[in-house]
């Protein structure tokens, strides 16, 4: 069955560093996501993109967030200058279509960020 | 806004027991309800869905019924496994187009032999 690669499984970094977290959606989905889940509160959407171009993002995802396709397969979302409050865990998700209910979202496993 | 609150785990039971979760959603117009299913080492996987009221979501035993009147979508299964041990999450999309969801903060189920 398809699925949604992510790496690092977990990434440890410190505060104000750069960080990458790469995905790879399934190959027929035009539909790319990011939500993430501090732990123990609720997994959070943070950016919907599609045609190379961000469609809705939260309000989470600020000016620090960027996300990238940058040939085709993989899907990046970059935090510029990592805070402590950035340590979550980081879904990549991605979908064939935008209809509501008769399509779903198909998850990666998650990246576990933890900033020091 | 909209909303999903579910009940709070562990949810501790035996094999073979009865197991329910608590699930209810406060949203504006006629959101699609979903619980997804995560594994240890594993993504989120759909587990059901329903897009509108009175719909019931079953696969694998559980069931799960879309009711508006109570704005619930509480999750079932008459006998659970071992197998089943898990995190649960509820969540309902947002009728914006781009399938946005929102989640529930998931309840952790711990079935022992």
């Known amino acids: 069955e398809p699925e949604v690669t992510q790496t690092p499984s977990h990434q440890v970094t410190q505060m104000g560093q750069e960080v990458i977290l790469r995905c790879v959606p399934i190959?027929?989905?035009?539909?790319f996501y990011w939500y993430r889940q501090i732990l123990g509160q609720k997994v959070e959407f943070l950016v919907s993109?599609?045609?190379?171009?961000?469609?809705?993002k939260s309000e989470i995802f600020d000016d620090q967030f960027s996300v990238e396709r940058p040939d085709g397969s993989n899907f990046t979302l970059k935090i510029r200058s990592t805070k402590l409050e950035d340590s979550a865990m980081y879904f990549c998700a991605s979908s064939e279509s935008q209809v509501s209910g008769a399509n779903v979202l198909t998850f990666g496993a998650g990246s576990r960020l933890t900033v020091l | 806004g909209n909303s999903v609150t579910q009940m709070e785990g562990p949810v501790t039971l035996s094999e073979e027991a009865f197991l329910t979760i608590n699930c209810t959603y406060t949203?504006?117009?006629?959101?699609?309800l979903f619980w997804y299913v995560q594994y240890p080492g594993e993504g989120l996987q759909l587990l059901l869905k329903a897009t509108k009221a009175d719909d019931k979501g079953s696969n694998k035993g559980f069931e799960a019924t879309y009711r508006k009147e109570t704005t619930s979508f509480h999750l079932e299964k008459g006998s659970v496994q071992v197998s089943d041990s898990a995190v649960y999450f509820c969540a309902l999309s947002e009728d914006t187009g781009f399938q946005k969801l929102v989640f529930g903060t998931g309840t952790r189920l711990l079935v022992s032999p």
């Open positions: 949203a504006t117009g006629y959101p699609s």
């Open positions: 190959s027929n989905h035009l539909y």
């Open positions: 993109f599609y045609n190379n171009e961000i469609s809705e």
